[in-house]
Structure formats: structure tokens, C-alpha cells
């Protein structure tokens, strides 16, 4: 067992009970993905994003991103973020961003379970929007967001939509990841 696959770090048997409906988020994920938005040229981008737990009743969250060249390569960092996801009755969960560019979010949302094997979440979604954004005043104006994260055939899928900079809530960003860290390269 190990990344991706519903344990990080040997934390499964200290995995929450009231945790156990995102275990499948646990572990690093890494791949690429594609960012758009009405005021921005298209780009091409690679991530990679952890989900950890300390057997505490919450999950550590972090995520860093780099642009990438016609050929794959990075040419410079790009979205970074770091938060913390914790269950609620119902299987509800909200999750708590923050971000180096000035601005924190607190997001709310349902997980739904559509496939369980042999006793493990195969099949999954996390559906969440914003309920609050907090930003400097020197920060990018943004005002509303949803997320979708889905666990499909071993692969964590996930989208972004974003109501920034005077645009409706529009597709920003999507990603595939597979479980692990990423290459050197990529």
C-alpha cells in the first residue's frame, strides 16, 4: 500500500473513522493538466498534490503546479496552495485554502462513494463551492469558485471553475493524476 491508494505513509491504521469516505483522496497524486480562462492564454501544466493524515479527524492538503513548454518541460512554478479537509456529518466536508498570492478560501461539499472492492473505495466524487473568499488588498479579485475531484479507474480527475477579474464562474483548470510523485522533468 502507499500513495494513492487510500493509505499515505502507513497512516491506515491510524485513519479516522469519520475519514474513512475521503480515504481514497490519501496518498500523492501527480500528472498534468490544462488551464484557460477568458482574460489568459490557454497553458499546459504539471501538478502534483498531497492528501495526508496524522490520525487526526482531518486531512492535510497541498498542491503545487509548474507551467510547461511545448515539450513537456516546466518553465516556471505556478499555482501553489495549502489546506487542511475535514468531514462533517453526512458526508459533507469542508476544506480551508490558502494561498502565497494573497488570498484564503473556505469551501463546502458533498463526497459520494460509487464504487466500493473488496472493501475499498474505488469509485468516488467530491463536489465543493465556496462559501467564503478573504483576499489582500493587492490580490487577484476572485469571488466564487467549484471544484470537482473523481476517483476513476485509479486516476484522481479534478476541475476548477472560477468567478474572477469580473468573469462569470467559468472553467479555469483540470487535471489527471496518477498515484505518485512526479518525474524530474515534468
Do not use: C
Amino acid at each position: 500500500m502507499g500513495e494513492g491508494d487510500g493509505t499515505a505513509d502507513g497512516a491506515a491504521s491510524t485513519l479516522p473513522a469519520e475519514l474513512a469516505h475521503l480515504s481514497w483522496l490519501l496518498g500523492t497524486w501527480s500528472g498534468l493538466g490544462l488551464g484557460q480562462y477568458p482574460t489568459i492564454d490557454d497553458f499546459r501544466f504539471s501538478q502534483e498534490v498531497t492528501f495526508r493524515t496524522d490520525g487526526r479527524p482531518f486531512i492535510g492538503y497541498s498542491s503545487r503546479s509548474w507551467i510547461l513548454d511545448d515539450e513537456g518541460q516546466r518553465i516556471r512554478p505556478a499555482g501553489t496552495e495549502t489546506g487542511f479537509l475535514r468531514a462533517l456529518p453526512d458526508n459533507e466536508v469542508e476544506l480551508l485554502l490558502s494561498h502565497p498570492t494573497g488570498f484564503a478560501e473556505l469551501w463546502f461539499g458533498k463526497v459520494t462513494v460509487t464504487d466500493i472492492q473488496d472493501a475499498r473505495i474505488v469509485g468516488a466524487r467530491m463536489e465543493l463551492q465556496t462559501d467564503g473568499i478573504m483576499r489582500s488588498p493587492k490580490a487577484k479579485e476572485v469571488n466564487a469558485g467549484s471544484r470537482l475531484y473523481g476517483l476513476v479507474n485509479h486516476e484522481l480527475l479534478w476541475t476548477y471553475d472560477m468567478a474572477a477579474v469580473g468573469q462569470p464562474l467559468t472553467n479555469h483548470l483540470s487535471a489527471r493524476l496518477v498515484p505518485g510523485h512526479l518525474s524530474a522533468g515534468a
